[in-house]
């Protein structure tokens, strides 16, 4: 018996990332739900029909919200008490349900999942799959999934279903909703993310005082593999005494003395609020 899936959001990227990988698992009855006339005619653009998101709750044994962060506060509180007792609600992302935003009931399952995208040291030849950067279309990638409240069972309920709609999926970690935040967006965004933004910036610094564009790149991307090959210890290999060096200098140049505070509890907390509001960390 297929496994009934309301899948909102439907038409957006994630969504139809997902979309591609339940119609090619074939396990499951996928009902495409979407908001607004962009959204609608997307889904028949490509074949799929739209579901009226009550009847698509009312029905679904999965609930999956592939929708921005800031709407799932309102679309939980809409879809939540429509749903079956015992469905399980599948979030993408752990900014809202950190956040204290979804609506709980006590009936339901909650599970919290996201990529962790095709990793920059991997095994693929297919030149589709090495172009394929956010995953779940040819590249192979890890994934992270927490069961936030419901029988131990259906974590693996859950767990199953992730490496469906991440496919393909090499490793599922999993973690708690908490552990989750602190991976994005404390560790991959507001650390990772914002020194990766600096070393694009710092390329454009390097062109205008003339370095040609695309020696600048090609410099810092092998820099980059050299780096990543020694710090991740995939080679048997140390950084220079003059790379320690200038490491040690540039630290108190580029980086605050307190950057480490954005991992504190209170921090991450702050953050995911703001995701969820779509507003600036105060």
Request: charged share 25%; with cysteine.
């Amino acid at each position: 018996m297929k496994t009934t899936l309301a899948l909102f959001g439907a038409a957006g990227k994630m969504g139809g990332r997902i979309s591609k990988r339940l119609q090619l698992a074939g396990d499951f009855e996928t009902l495409y739900v979407e908001s607004g006339e962009a959204g609608v005619a997307r889904l028949r653009e490509r074949g799929d029909t739209p579901v009226d998101p009550a009847q698509a709750a009312q029905k679904a044994d999965v609930v999956i919200l592939a929708i921005p962060d800031k709407l799932i506060g309102v679309i939980s509180h809409q879809v939540v008490p429509l749903m079956k007792p015992g469905a399980m609600l599948v979030c993408l992302d752990p900014a809202a349900p950190h956040g204290g935003e979804l609506l709980v009931r006590p009936d339901l399952s909650y599970f919290v999942t996201h990529p962790c995208h095709p990793p920059v040291v991997n095994d693929e030849t297919d030149p589709e799959a090495r172009m394929d950067f956010f995953g779940a279309v040819k590249a192979k990638q890890h994934v992270v999934a927490a069961l936030m409240q419901g029988p131990e069972e259906d974590y693996a309920r859950g767990e199953a279903l992730v490496r469906v709609i991440f496919s393909p999926v090499m490793r599922v970690h999993r973690v708690t909703v908490e552990q989750m935040a602190i991976l994005e967006p404390a560790l991959s965004e507001t650390v990772v993310l914002t020194c990766m933004v600096v070393i694009r910036e710092a390329i454009d610094e390097a062109v205008k005082h003339g370095v040609p564009a695309q020696a600048a790149r090609d410099f810092v991307l092998g820099h980059m593999n050299v780096n990543i090959g020694i710090l991740f210890n995939y080679i048997d290999a140390q950084l220079s005494d003059g790379a320690k060096l200038a490491v040690e200098r540039a630290r108190t140049t580029i980086f605050q003395p307190t950057w480490r505070e954005v991992f504190e509890p209170e921090a991450v907390l702050r953050e995911v609020k703001a995701i969820t509001q779509g507003t600036s960390v105060k």
